[in-house]
């Protein structure tokens, strides 16, 4: 797999993560404004960016049996139809 092609995977398995997150705290969250809402909203999509860059950074390197390895070590596949990637 392509080091460009992983950090796709990753970015949406990350981005994934944060909206589920943001729907289990929403309870706490409904006391915020919409301002402090739509604020942590950028914090942790910046956050999400931060961290696929970094993948982005390391995998121009890398051989493709480390990008293999982090994709293992995540769970994640480039076939649509493995339903880890849900």
């Known amino acids: ?3 460009q092609a992983a950090v796709e995977l990753l970015r949406a398995y990350f ?3 944060r909206s589920a997150e943001l729907v289990r705290l929403q309870k706490k969250f409904s006391r915020l404004s919409d301002a402090e809402r739509h604020e942590v909203d ?3 999509a910046g956050m999400v960016e ?3 860059s970094r993948f982005q950074d390391g995998f121009t390197r890398a051989s493709e049996p480390h990008v293999d390895a982090v994709m293992n070590l995540f769970r994640l596949s480039n076939n649509p ?6």
């Open 15 to 17: 981005e994934r993560v």
């Open 81 to 86: 139809d493995d339903p880890s990637v849900r």
């Open 1 to 3: 797999m392509s080091g």
């Open 42 to 44: 950028a914090i942790t």
């Open 50 to 52: 931060a961290l696929a």
